[in-house]
């Protein structure tokens, strides 16, 4: 439904949040609650101010908006109230608003999603944003919770543009070997085509993190002074005298001389094969030449979007991330011929994260024996939260009480005439019968009562009965109260090594980024923590 703009601008500016789902996105009216909460000794009050199908939107007005930990804290507490909402964060200054949603994702932490607006600013990226969230009253009929819990996560959660971007890319490598001389072969100038333009993608990713001497332009800058020196006419000085330079005695070698260091400036020795002199390079050395209209052709596409080296959330259709390398390298190498495979996404972090959450644990349990003890705080999440680690899915539909005539059939196995039928809403996953429900609905709540009862307290217990690792061990961090577990953990963290034997695109070192990253930033998070909170000197916790 198109959103008024003119009116919702104005609600957000005086901070009329109830007016603004209510008369403008269409959402229902809620029984005003109010909700009082506790985050490290500090109170808070969120309010309940509308609903649409059990999706809830809340605010919170504070004197300022909390920082960042204390707003994840307080909606991780609101999520046992409200398991589908949004909480808006406002000062009561009215000058500034934090929209916060928390994404939940099967096998992955909790991750929180935030949204600033200041007045005076333009609201328009808010406002695209709440559009998504407007309910026109034809939808209201078939209209469903889990149909408006995908509209705010499309709102606030941008997907990923890698297909597209592969889209383009198909159009500008087509583009970019037609530049390309003194390669005969179509097989090899296309090859040749892949290759330039994969270590093209990756230095862009790197320089935007400032590591090539400190210029997040630094291919651009570095081609107009090739330029400036050389002439533009000097047809394949960019390519000869600088590019395969960088690639070859830079990136891919660690000695380097003056000279080489006044041309290409600081930049890091990565010891990997992607900027080694390749084989194409070494059977056409005397004749490849590619012309400086080829790379402004390329930087003119790739300045098009912003280069994130990391897995954040994506906030517009111009961002992307590392994941693009591996999908282009699935679409490109041919496996049979090549012997190159691309492991996907939830292979690679279903792997990373069994095998290195583990080793941190058992790493952190040898500096801090105590917190790992049975009756211990580490374990202690387990017992006051079962369902916290439970995965969703798991639990889906096993605290409703069943239909008489299923239930006759637990105890009885001549009831069970209909469980090989298809099991309701609201009880079944997705094909799932009556049958699967049942042996799923006994699995759960027999994992809900050994948590209860703190039987399992150990790590590799938690792979056994496939729970949320993840979020156990982004919770053992964030909820320390010890300075010798955290310094435990960020030892372990900091200390670990990850091998690939076998890395191409780097899919599994990414996804072992993935999971240690956030676990890092816990840390240093709960650093600060303790040195807000009381007199714990910063010095024992980093060694």
């Not at 090989?420 to 027999?446: Q, Y």
Request: net charge negative; glycine share 6%; charged share 25%.
């Amino acid at each position: 439904m198109p959103l008024h703009r003119q009116r919702a601008q104005k609600y957000l500016q005086k901070f009329d949040f109830e007016s603004l789902f209510i008369e403008e996105l269409g959402w229902d009216t809620v029984d005003r609650v109010t909700l009082p909460f506790e985050v490290d000794g500090e109170p808070f009050k969120v309010v309940s101010i509308a609903q649409k199908r059990g999706f809830t939107a809340f605010k919170c007005i504070t004197p300022e908006i909390p920082a960042r930990p204390l707003r994840v804290k307080l909606d991780r507490q609101l999520t046992d109230y409200s398991k589908s909402h949004l909480l808006v964060f406002g000062d009561e200054g009215k000058t500034q608003q934090t929209w916060m949603w928390v994404r939940q994702e099967l096998g992955k932490p909790l991750a929180p999603r935030f949204e600033q607006y200041q007045v005076g600013q333009s609201a328009e990226r808010l406002l695209q944003k709440l559009e998504a969230l407007a309910i026109a009253f034809a939808e209201e009929e078939k209209l469903t919770l889990v149909e408006v819990a995908q509209r705010v996560k499309k709102a606030f959660d941008v997907e990923k543009v890698t297909k597209k971007f592969f889209a383009r890319f198909e159009k500008e490598h087509g583009q970019f070997l037609k530049f390309i001389q003194g390669i005969q072969s179509e097989f090899d100038r296309t090859w040749y085509a892949s290759l330039m333009l994969n270590r093209l993608m990756f230095v862009y990713f790197i320089q935007k993190k400032n590591f090539l001497d400190g210029d997040g332009n630094y291919l651009r800058n570095r081609l107009k002074r090739c330029q400036a020196e050389w002439g533009t006419d000097t047809f394949h000085s960019f390519y000869r005298q600088f590019l395969l330079k960088l690639f070859h005695e830079g990136l891919g070698k660690p000695d380097r001389n003056s000279e080489l260091d006044k041309l290409l400036g600081k930049i890091p020795y990565l010891n990997g094969g992607l900027f080694e002199v390749h084989q194409l390079e070494e059977k056409y050395d005397s004749t490849l030449q590619i012309p400086d209209a080829a790379f402004e052709q390329v930087f003119n596409f790739f300045d098009e979007y912003d280069w994130h080296l990391d897995d954040r959330p994506l906030r517009n259709q111009n961002e992307i991330n590392p994941d693009v390398l591996g999908y282009i390298f699935e679409k490109y190498i041919n496996q049979k011929q090549m012997g190159a495979y691309y492991t996907k996404e939830d292979i690679t972090e279903y792997i990373s994260r069994n095998t290195i959450l583990p080793f941190l644990f058992d790493r952190a349990e040898k500096g801090c024996k105590v917190a790992f003890k049975p009756e211990g705080a580490v374990w202690a999440l387990l017992r006051e939260n079962p369902d916290h680690y439970i995965y969703p899915a798991v639990r889906h539909g096993v605290d409703l009480e069943l239909p008489t005539e299923i239930a006759a059939g637990i105890n009885d196995v001549s009831q069970r005439g209909g469980w090989n039928k298809s099991a309701t809403d609201g009880f079944a996953l997705p094909t799932e019968t009556w049958r699967e429900h049942v042996a799923r609905r006994k699995r759960c709540l027999d994992l809900r009562q050994k948590l209860a009862a703190g039987e399992v307290t150990q790590i590799n217990d938690l792979i056994t009965y496939n729970l949320d690792i993840r979020q156990f061990a982004q919770d053992v961090i964030t909820s320390c109260e010890s300075s010798d577990l955290l310094k435990a953990f960020y030892q372990a963290i900091e200390q670990v090594s990850v091998l690939d034997p076998t890395c191409g695109s780097g899919a599994f070192l990414f996804a072992a980024l993935n999971i240690l990253e956030p676990l890092y930033t816990a840390c240093l998070e709960r650093m600060q923590g303790f040195v807000d909170e009381d007199d714990h000197p910063v010095a024992p916790l980093i060694p």
